[in-house]
T-cell receptor, first 115, second 111 residues
Framework: DADVTQTPRNRITKTGKRIMLECSQTKGHDRMYWYRQDPGLGLRLIYYSFDVKDINKGEISDGYSVSRQAQAKFSLSLESAIPNQTALYFC??????????????FGAGSRLTVL | EDQVTQSPEALRLQEGESSSLNCSYTVSGLRGLFWYRQDPGKGPEFLFTLYSAGEEKEKERLKATLTKKESFLHITAPKPEDSATYLCAVQAGGSARQLTFGSGTQLTVLP
């Protein structure tokens, strides 16, 4: 089984619909992240969480919300999807360890298309 | 503001033709520089972390090096299976700081 599992892998929806992307991890790490990837723009951070009670906005949080249901589960919601939210979404987890460097382990991605 | 620029955007090599990918960065207080490999339709896969100028790391045909302003990913005698997008990222400051990613170099190795 994958260390980080994302569902759904692909989703097509219409403008205005509410969408939830789910993520679970078996690494046992406290830190979890949601990134968005667009062609030519690289990976951009949407939200991150350092533990169940800690949620932080990333650089592009507008239009998104998250929920950390447990150490292993972190979901991303689009309350009212719009076409420019069409992108590839990645969940990740990390453990900075003694170095303090956040080596990320990514899921396989969720491709979202908003019509 | 942390910045990461990768070049070239795309690179096509013949099998066995060695080359290098560049990652230029601007960051205040580097904690770590990361290289990832991303195959189409998959999530990025961790390759290396470099922590300080002068450091080098190797894995199979890949060798990553770091200076105070840039990192290189050297690919020696590449094979078609090395075809992927290679991403560079930096983390500044403490463990609570987040990564800044470059936009990647898409490498194609032709048989």
């Amino acid at each position: 089984d994958a260390d980080v599992t994302q569902t759904p892998r692909n989703r097509i929806t219409k403008t205005g619909k509410r969408i939830m992307l789910e993520c679970s991890q078996t690494k046992g790490h406290d830190r979890m992240y949601w990134y968005r990837q667009d062609p030519g723009l690289g990976l951009r951070l949407i939200y991150y969480s350092f533990d169940v009670k800690d949620i932080n906005k990333g650089e592009i949080s507008d239009g998104y919300s998250v929920s950390r249901q447990a150490q292993a589960k972190f979901s991303l919601s689009l309350e009212s999807a719009i076409p420019n939210q069409t992108a590839l979404y990645f969940c990740a987890t990390s453990d900075p360890g003694t170095s303090g460097a956040n080596v990320l382990t990514f899921g396989a991605g969720s491709r979202l298309t908003v019509l | 503001e942390d910045q990461v620029t990768q070049s070239p955007e795309a690179l096509r090599l013949q099998e066995g033709e060695s080359s290098s990918l560049n990652c230029s960065y601007t960051v205040s207080g580097l904690r770590g520089l990361f290289w990832y490999r991303q195959d189409p339709g998959k999530g990025p896969e961790f390759l290396f972390t470099l922590y300080s100028a002068g450091e080098e790391k190797e894995k199979e045909r890949l060798k990553a090096t770091l200076t105070k302003k840039e990192s290189f990913l050297h690919i020696t005698a590449p094979k078609p299976e090395d075809s992927a997008t290679y991403l560079c990222a930096v983390q500044a400051g403490g463990s609570a700081r987040q990564l800044t990613f470059g936009s990647g170099t898409q490498l194609t190795v032709l048989p």
